[in-house]
């Protein structure tokens, strides 16, 4: 069974960089104390798992986000498309909350590989580099985006760095 991924349309690639159209989408967020996202990665499988307000268990989708900000660490699961906030079962654990996250713009680098702080300063640097170049404004914090489970040898995993931006076109 195929994993539900977070919609958005290409309107731009240069390998390994993209800039995309993210749809409105709802995300259930918890607080995180490292890069490694076992203490929010937790809260927030447990609360797809069946604990909420309903015991209701909701699907996994990808990828996983991590807000890279040092002072507001936090990890993120992507609700599935069938949810609002209305219909989401509210969250038992007061470490959790549900955000909705508007139609966005945002400028991506793509990239393989385990995650350590070296390779997201260099990636980090390298999506400024490229934001620069192609002048284009952030309007946001910098987001890890995951889409593999640990499990995947570094290799095969892929993760992206992004961005919001202002918009240049639809």
Do not use: C
């Amino acid at each position: 069974m195929a994993i539900e991924k977070a919609a958005y349309k290409v309107i731009l690639k240069e390998d390994p960089f993209e800039i995309r159209n993210y749809e409105p989408m709802i995300i259930a967020v918890s607080q995180e104390t490292d890069l490694r996202g076992s203490t929010g990665f937790n809260t927030l499988f447990n609360y797809i798992s069946g604990a909420n307000q309903e015991s209701k268990k909701i699907s996994m989708t990808s990828p996983v986000l991590n807000n890279l900000d040092e002072q507001t660490l936090t990890t993120a699961f992507i609700m599935p498309k069938e949810y609002d906030l209305e219909n989401l079962p509210q969250p038992s654990n007061s470490n959790l909350h549900l955000k909705k996250i508007p139609k966005r713009q945002v400028a991506v680098i793509i990239f393989s590989g385990n995650i350590d702080s070296s390779k997201i300063n260099q990636k980090k640097d390298q999506l400024k580099g490229w934001l620069i170049e192609k002048q284009l404004t952030p309007i946001g914090p910098i987001e890890l985006a995951r889409y593999n489970p640990p499990f995947i040898p570094g290799f095969l995993k892929r993760n992206e760095l992004l961005i919001e931006i202002q918009p240049i076109r639809d």
